[in-house]
């Protein structure tokens, strides 16, 4: 019987590609290249997950090196200033999201959040859509010291939750990272699966709105 739902962060409850998408080009013009800013970003982000850059400097040499591959002009401090502010403003959470943690919570489930990022924007992102006093744990990996898809971090958030593994269920956008990783900890896992890429044959459950979560809920 579940007990307890987790629930990732970036494009499960929050918008996070269209608020990206959207800042970049609030911040360097309709123009701009967004596909070698996506192939640039991955880069970055993948040397940050390993601690070999700090979250600040990540974002800021990510934008010096797209302004000299794009050939684009302007200060890489004051764009990504603005990118970053922008990205602020453009965070929103899905329309399922709310009414999901309702349901959820109407039936007496502990709720959780398990994200890999930094801790102060994670966190930021929470309270800027007003989702920071909704979850009864926060687990984020910049503050546990494991990122999904280690075990570790899903037995964290567990403890934190009062459940078993076997009693917890995890949902996210990613179904390496999260459906896969969540399971290989003794959770159930869930891929949230938006886009409609699922084949039909995945050995996890697959829901593509999370309105259709808490039918998988009570069926676990």
């Known amino acids: 019987m579940i007990r307890a739902v987790c629930f990732d962060l970036d494009d499960t409850l929050l918008d996070c590609s269209g608020a990206a998408r959207a800042a970049f080009f609030d911040a360097l013009g309709p123009g701009a290249d967004f596909a070698l800013w996506l192939s640039i970003a991955e880069t970055h982000y993948a040397r940050f997950s390993r601690g070999e850059v700090g979250f600040a400097r990540m ?8 302004l000299r591959l ?5 200060d890489p401090a004051e764009l990504e200033q603005r990118r970053a502010a ?4 453009r965070y929103a959470i899905f329309p399922d999201a709310r009414p999901c943690l309702d349901t959820l919570r109407s039936a007496g489930l502990a709720l959780g ?3 890999n990022g930094d801790a102060a924007e994670q966190r930021r992102k929470l309270a800027t859509v007003g989702l920071a006093d909704r979850f009864d744990a926060v687990v984020i990996s910049g503050e546990v010291g494991a990122a999904k898809p280690d075990a570790a971090i899903f037995a964290h958030a567990c403890g934190l939750l009062g459940a078993r593994p076997d009693e917890a269920l995890h949902v996210g956008d990613r179904l390496d990272l999260d459906a896969r990783a969540a399971a290989a900890a003794g959770l159930t896992g869930v891929w949230l699966d938006r886009r409609g890429l699922a084949a039909g044959d995945e050995p996890v459950a697959v829901v593509s709105t999370l309105a259709e979560l808490p039918a998988v809920v009570a069926a676990s």
């Not at 974002?59 to 797209?66: A, I, P, S, V």
């Not at 922008?86 to 403003?89: A, K, P, S, T, W």
């Open 70 to 74: 794009s050939g684009q002009p302007g």
């Open 113 to 115: 959040v398990i994200t």
């Open 59 to 66: 974002h800021l040499e990510r934008m010096t090196q797209f």
């Open 86 to 89: 922008r990205l602020v403003e």
